[in-house]
């Protein structure tokens, strides 16, 4: 059964976050980049024409480096910067320098929410049985309490955040990774529950997997998205327990359809009793025996549709209840005889 999982080797094979090159040390190889050109520049100035064509040279050249340096960097996203193979800075929104040739653009990417489908090709072992499983896992790169904050201590922390998203997890097997996490956090759930369980506390459930699965997303700098994390479309029923659940609703269906035909069967019975109580002084009694005699026999009457002949029924009175039953062109009175 295929899964989305990544190979233990492509796990184990995971880049490894570069030395920093330090703040000071970073400055001075910009300063370097700019200035010692310009020197050069400016020397060859001199000596092909005057200050002027100095003057022009430098100002060309720096104009140029600094027209390809300058990169604006948009709301909610980022750029990891490494120079010369060490770890330089990483990039917020606003203007940023950025030096072609000397630096390397690692990672460029958002703090925007991202999804993952989870249980892919996989059947969750309920208690009772198997099924598959629609979800997904929503997440964003670092802390949204952060971003949201966008303090210079909070956007250290975000970049903290982004490095481990950076160089804890190789770029093909970042989001395999997401799923991973979020599934085993959510399958311990599952499995505790029967299907039909699962089904009735398919929000909770999910939010106890979200939590559980919090720390190790934060681990590769990972957050599940704010009132989102995992979200369950649907529990793909077995077709034995969905042919049972037709089957018990239609039952469910048919009972409540035969109460009410009975009531409608029982009230005038009833309503007929109080009456004859009534209109006989209490000399014409009509007993909870012939009512339910009554009630049974009218109920039986159901049936008599299904039966391939012409029937007629009449009751002539209630003190003897006279059946005469037609039979296409033959009559069967109470006796039996035609």
Known sequence: MATNQPSAQALDDEPKKPEDMGLWVGRLITAVAFLVPALVLALLGLWIGNENTAGGLVVIWLGSLFAASIQVQQKRTFTVVERFGKLWDVKFAGFRLIIPYIDNKILRENFLQKSVVLFKDIAIDFIGGSAPILADGWYQIANPDDLDDGSDAAMERVKEQVLKYTYR????????????????????????????????????????????????????????????????????????????????????????EAVARAQVYWQPLTEMKKGFAKAGDGKLVLSDEAILRLFLAQKGFETLPKIPAKVTLIAKDIGNLQKIITLDDASIGEGGQP
């Open 169 to 256: 997890v190789r770029a093909a097997n970042r989001a395999a990774r997401v799923a991973v996490i979020f599934q085993g956090a959510f399958r311990t759930f599952l499995e505790q529950v029967d299907i039909a369980t699962a089904q009735e506390k398919m929000e909770e459930l999910a939010t106890d997997g979200t939590d559980a699965a919090q720390e190790a997303l934060k681990e590769i700098g990972v957050y599940p998205f704010p009132k989102k994390g995992i979200i369950v479309q649907d529990i793909v029923l077995p077709e034995a327990i969905t042919k049972l659940r037709e089957q018990v609703l239609r039952g469910e269906m048919d009972a409540k």
